[in-house]
């Protein structure tokens, strides 16, 4: 058998984002790439002669920043539509809730997503991911939640699965029938809870599914409905995800601690009991600056109790177009430090190891580090903190993935 070509990255600053130094540095760094895997990372003087010999390709890098793929681990990228004069709506007063509660909102874009094709909504949905992807994505989440029927929620995942096949892009797709309460189901919330436990059965037996998701507020599912979900996916071994303590407190984030959840996400009415429940879990945190900017927020999640508590912070887009229409990771990660107080290094391991983490990638993704997938970026920066500090410029010079350099998005 035949084994892959190797190739050598040499001359780089590698943030590793590995424990042991800050961004887990290495100055004068290596990489050996084997086939779609990381078979060597170091400082350049300590790589064995042995190693460096086999290498095919030998590329330096004149000491250029070199981080994990970054990693969007919240996005809700496939649908119809777009929410621009809800935007005005809320310019003029209105507020978010009301909106929904017009039945505007989820069940407006549930609308135009129904009646787009599948070749539209992969068109557009293409087009947003390769977005994210020149500025150095090169692992997504992607939820469903905007079909809230059994076909159209089985057409929105095959929609995720599909860029995952097509694109250079590592997809999660997560099902989250529990979005909103469609129109056909008005009034009968407990009843379209029964048949998204049914559809999540057949979108399983299809292998449309990573995770299982639901949105727990008091304009959405109560906790009691959530629960019912959170069992559904335990009985097909699924792990689950939470939309939890956005806009008012339900305790959403223990309970989803309770089920072992990989993430409770958004969580500005986030509470002590909740946190101590997400760190004994192991639960991340998945905060989303891009929402609570959108939708002028003003209420901030908890970041530094859940640093004291040692809870794993993540950063999304949570790419949406009710709340978060952005499609800048890298904003994502000023912001995080500009509104919720992070510091620029817990940024960038909120978009790789923490991220990673809350997709169940925590072994294979997120670090440079020997044994995992070789997704890597290479930056026309010299420092790690610049990645947090520009906006609005895009630093990205080489992406990549999966042990391919990716030519252009
Ligand atoms: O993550 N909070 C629930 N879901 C989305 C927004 C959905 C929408 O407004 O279309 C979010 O913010
Ligand atoms: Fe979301």
């Keep these: 058998m035949s084994t892959p070509p190797l190739t050598l990255w040499r001359g780089a600053r590698l943030a590793t984002m590995c424990p042991g130094a800050p961004w887990g540095l290495i100055d004068d ?14 400082a350049e003087h300590a790589l064995p002669p042995a190693l460096a010999r086999q290498a095919e390709h030998d590329i330096s890098l004149d000491g250029a920043l070199v981080t994990p793929g970054l990693i969007d681990c919240h996005t809700h990228l496939v649908y119809g539509g777009h ?10 007063g209105a507020s978010y809730d009301e909106i929904a509660r017009a039945g505007g909102g989820i069940r407006s874009t549930v609308t135009a997503t129904r009646v787009a094709t599948d070749a539209l909504l992969y068109k557009l949905a ?24 059994a076909e159209h929620e089985a057409r929105c995942l095959r929609v995720a699965r599909r860029l995952g096949r097509e694109l250079p892009l590592t ?30 059965t ?30 559904a996916a335990r009985r097909l071994g699924l792990p689950i995800k939470l939309h939890a303590e956005q806009l008012s407190n339900q305790h959403g984030a223990a309970l ?28 991340v945190a998945v905060l989303l600056p891009g929402a609570f900017y959108f939708l002028r927020e003003t209420r901030l999640p908890p970041t530094p109790e859940l640093r004291a508590a040692g809870v794993p912070i993540a950063i999304a887009s949570d790419h949406n177009p009710g709340s978060s229409p952005g499609l800048s990771l890298l904003l994502m990660l000023n912001m995080a430090c500009t509104l ?47 990645l947090a500090y520009w906006f609005g410029r895009n630093p990205c010079r080489r992406i990549v993935r999966a042990g391919v350099e990716i030519e252009s998005t």
């Design 83 to 92: 929410r621009a004069t809800e935007f005005e709506l809320r310019l003029q």
């Design 171 to 200: 997809v999660r797709c997560t099902s989250l029938g529990a979005h909103a309460v469609p129109h056909e189901y008005t009034g009968r919330p407990d009843d379209y809870i029964d048949a998204v436990c049914d559809w999540l």
């Design 29 to 42: 760094g290596a990489l050996l790439v084997e086939g779609d895997t990381l078979r060597w990372v170091g």
């Design 256 to 283: 989803a601690a309770e089920f072992g959840a990989l993430s409770a996400d958004h969580l500005e009415h986030l509470d002590d009991a909740g946190i101590a429940a997400m760190a004994k879990a192991g639960t």
């Design 202 to 231: 057949m979108q399983h037996g299809e292998g449309l599914v990573d995770a299982v998701d639901a949105f727990c507020d008091h304009i959405a599912f109560t906790p009691a409905q959530t629960r019912r979900i959170f069992e």
């Design 340 to 386: 919720f107080r992070m510091t620029p290094e817990e940024a960038l391991a909120g978009v790789t190891v923490h991220a990673a983490q809350a997709l169940g990638l925590a072994q294979t993704h997120g670090r440079l580090q020997a044994g995992r997938q070789a997704d890597f970026v290479v930056w026309d920066l010299a420092a790690p903190n610049e």
């Design 126 to 149: 293409a087009q947003r991911a390769r977005t994210l992807m020149a500025e150095g994505v090169t692992t997504i989440e992607i939820k469903s939640g905007y079909g809230l029927s």
